[in-house]
């Protein structure tokens, strides 16, 4: 019969061992022991236990130092401290050294059962968790269009990738940043390693430096413990500096000192060392316009800006939104665990017209929106379908009344901005366009050339 699961429980008294373990074997439970910390240490590599209980006073040593060598295994079991000398001290210990409970001697028999199933159904959870997240797919970081300017743009991304150069990637919200310095990272010869991100502007002003650099414990108050800088923690793999504009003074000057030296220390410590680290950086602001107004170093915008890159707003590449919309509609439909409706030629035109001030991000929350809000069961989608969602376009050229011109010029005039508008929507296909417009298609070239567009 299968056990409810295996425990290690160590204490030094025979007794305390003997009659914890008679309690939990009646439930179903195997029970493996120790007396002291040496044999619990050989107990959780040979058992691999579910849960342990730890005594604090050992005869070789303490409790709480197994519990604190442990922390640094990610699949250490869950450690309920027992303790027969119950002083808060311990317990408050025992939790902040990642214990997940704590039990006073003399430990009552319901209590102890309840704390021990409870511990190991949340473990239980959370492993089942990590497990449906590990079956997920990997966020897909491809970068989509087949637009020339994308094209050039991912042979640019080719071309760095395999240089060791710094690359300051700029552009409009939204147009892709990130996903290029993933892509940078990731065709580079440090894919294996880790790329650590840091976004500038996120990130209070006073706690740029010790995420960077890490600080060592007691740096300063609330530093209880040394931390790891993102620079350390992205040791022969790339750093990404994400909203680089938005840095601190104070932290351009320490930022631009590292690029300098490839050397930094800890906050706090007095050791120099050395890391391997690609550093990217982003931003959407005009970096000489900062500098002009002395908001960011001119030096250090030199020794990020080795080669510039370039993400270009989406209403430049048009011709990518139907490649894009196709795979956001098949995103947010496994999201939300339904079917990818489709979109017509007209709805797919409707939404390539608009102009797109925050770029792909909201032609991405556009094409969510719709897969939510639309009629659950309609698995074709039509330009009336989604007209309410997409916001109207500014026309290309005010139309309107203009003094001295006759009726039908004007009406020529409006006429000529709504086809220029529909053939920029449907990609100057004209055969589209007639389609779209309803207008017969050998009509359709007559107009065209009527009004001069031919
Ligand atoms: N060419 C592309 N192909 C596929 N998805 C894209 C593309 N460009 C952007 N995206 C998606 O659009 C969203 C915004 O992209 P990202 O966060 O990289 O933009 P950003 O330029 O860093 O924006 P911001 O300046 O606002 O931080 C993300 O969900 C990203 O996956
Ligand atoms: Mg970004």
Same mark, same amino acid.
């Given at each position: 019969?299968?056990?409810?699961?295996?425990?290690?429980?160590?204490?030094?008294?025979?007794?305390?061992?003997?009659?914890?373990?008679?309690?939990?074997?009646?439930? &179903?439970?195997?029970?493996?022991?120790?007396?002291?910390?040496?044999?619990?240490?050989?107990? *959780?590599?040979?058992?691999?236990?579910?849960?342990?209980?730890?005594? $604090?006073?050992?005869?070789?040593?303490?409790?709480?130092?197994?519990?604190?060598?442990?922390?640094?295994?990610?699949?250490?079991?869950?450690?309920?401290?027992?303790?027969?000398?119950?002083?808060?001290?311990?317990?408050?210990?025992?939790?902040?050294?990642?214990?997940?409970?704590?039990?006073?001697?003399?430990?009552?028999?319901?209590?102890?059962?309840?704390?021990?199933?409870?511990?190991?159904?949340?473990?239980?959870?959370?492993?089942?968790?990590?497990?449906?997240?590990?079956?997920?797919?990997?966020?897909?970081?491809?970068?989509?269009?087949?637009?020339?300017? =994308?094209?050039?743009? #991912?042979?640019?991304?080719?071309?760095?990738?395999?240089?060791?150069?710094?690359?300051?990637?700029?552009?409009? &919200?939204?147009?892709? /940043?990130?996903? =290029?310095?993933?892509?940078?990272?990731?065709?580079?010869?440090?894919?294996?390693?880790?790329?650590?991100?840091?976004?500038?502007?996120?990130?209070?002003?006073?706690?740029?430096?010790?995420?960077?650099?890490?600080?060592?414990?007691?740096?300063?108050?609330?530093?209880?413990?040394? /931390?790891?800088?993102?620079?350390?923690?992205?040791?022969?793999?790339?750093?990404?500096?994400?909203?680089?504009?938005?840095?601190?003074?104070?932290?351009?000057?320490?930022?631009?000192?590292?690029?300098?030296?490839?050397?930094?220390?800890?906050?706090?410590?007095?050791?120099?060392?050395? $890391?391997?680290?690609?550093?990217?950086?982003?931003?959407?602001?005009?970096?000489?316009?900062? =500098?002009?107004?002395?908001?960011?170093?001119?030096?250090?915008? !030199?020794? *990020?800006?080795?080669?510039?890159?370039?993400?270009?707003?989406?209403?430049?590449?048009?011709?990518?939104?139907?490649?894009?919309?196709?795979?956001?509609?098949?995103?947010?439909?496994?999201? &939300?665990?339904?079917?990818?409706?489709?979109?017509?030629?007209?709805?797919?035109?409707?939404?390539?017209?608009?102009? !797109?001030?925050?770029?792909?991000?909201?032609?991405?929350?556009? $094409?969510?929106?719709?897969?939510?809000?639309?009629?659950?069961?309609?698995?074709?989608?039509?330009?009336?379908?989604?007209?309410?969602?997409?916001?109207?376009?500014?026309?290309?050229?005010?139309?309107?009344?203009?003094?001295?011109?006759?009726?039908?010029?004007?009406?020529?005039?409006?006429?000529?901005?709504?086809?220029?508008?529909?053939?920029?929507?449907?990609?100057? $296909?004209?055969?589209?366009?007639?389609?779209?417009?309803?207008?017969?298609?050998?009509?359709?070239?007559?107009?065209? #050339?009527?009004?001069?567009?031919?």
């Amino acid at each position: 019969m299968a056990t409810a699961g295996k425990l290690l429980v160590v204490d030094d008294e025979r007794n305390i061992l003997v009659s914890l373990s008679r309690a939990l074997e009646l439930e &179903n439970y195997e029970v493996v022991t120790a007396r002291n910390v040496a044999e619990a240490r050989h107990q *959780l590599r040979a058992a691999a236990p579910d849960l342990c209980l730890f005594d $604090v006073k050992l005869p070789d040593g303490d409790g709480l130092t197994l519990l604190e060598t442990m922390q640094d295994d990610p699949d250490r079991p869950p450690v309920i401290v027992m303790s027969g000398h119950g002083t808060i001290d311990d317990a408050v210990r025992a939790l902040q050294l990642g214990a997940v409970d704590y039990l006073e001697k003399p430990i009552g028999q319901d209590r102890l059962l309840l704390t021990v199933a409870n511990t190991l159904e949340r473990s239980r959870l959370r492993a089942e968790n990590a497990e449906l997240k590990a079956q997920l797919p990997l966020e897909d970081r491809t970068i989509i269009g087949r637009s020339k300017v =994308i094209e050039a743009l #991912k042979a640019q991304i080719d071309r760095v990738a395999v240089s060791e150069g710094r690359v300051l990637i700029t552009g409009d &919200n939204g147009t892709g /940043k990130e996903l =290029i310095a993933h892509a940078i990272h990731a065709a580079s010869r440090r894919s294996a390693h880790p790329f650590v991100s840091l976004n500038c502007a996120a990130v209070p002003a006073e706690l740029i430096e010790s995420e960077l650099f890490g600080h060592e414990k007691g740096a300063f108050t609330g530093a209880v413990s040394k /931390k790891i800088g993102k620079f350390e923690r992205a040791d022969g793999g790339t750093l990404f500096l994400d909203e680089v504009g938005d840095m601190p003074a104070n932290m351009q000057a320490k930022l631009l000192r590292v690029l300098q030296t490839g050397e930094l220390e800890r906050v706090g410590g007095n050791q120099t060392f050395k $890391v391997d680290v690609r550093v990217l950086a982003a931003t959407n602001k005009d970096l000489p316009e900062e =500098i002009a107004a002395g908001r960011f170093r001119e030096d250090l915008y !030199y020794r *990020l800006n080795v080669v510039p890159l370039r993400s270009p707003p989406l209403r430049d590449r048009r011709e990518d939104i139907p490649l894009l919309v196709e795979r956001f509609l098949a995103d947010v439909a496994t999201r &939300n665990q339904r079917r990818a409706p489709t979109l017509t030629a007209g709805a797919l035109a409707l939404l390539a017209s608009h102009d !797109y001030p925050g770029n792909v991000r909201e032609l991405r929350n556009l $094409v969510e929106r719709i897969v939510i809000l639309a009629p659950p069961h309609q698995d074709v989608l039509d330009e009336a379908d989604i007209r309410d969602f997409v916001p109207t376009r500014r026309p290309d050229s005010p139309v309107g009344y203009e003094p001295g011109k006759r009726l039908s010029e004007l009406v020529a005039d409006a006429e000529r901005a709504i086809v220029v508008a529909a053939l920029r929507a449907h990609n100057d $296909v004209v055969a589209d366009t007639a389609r779209a417009l309803g207008v017969e298609r050998s009509n359709f070239h007559k107009k065209l #050339k009527a009004l001069g567009l031919k």
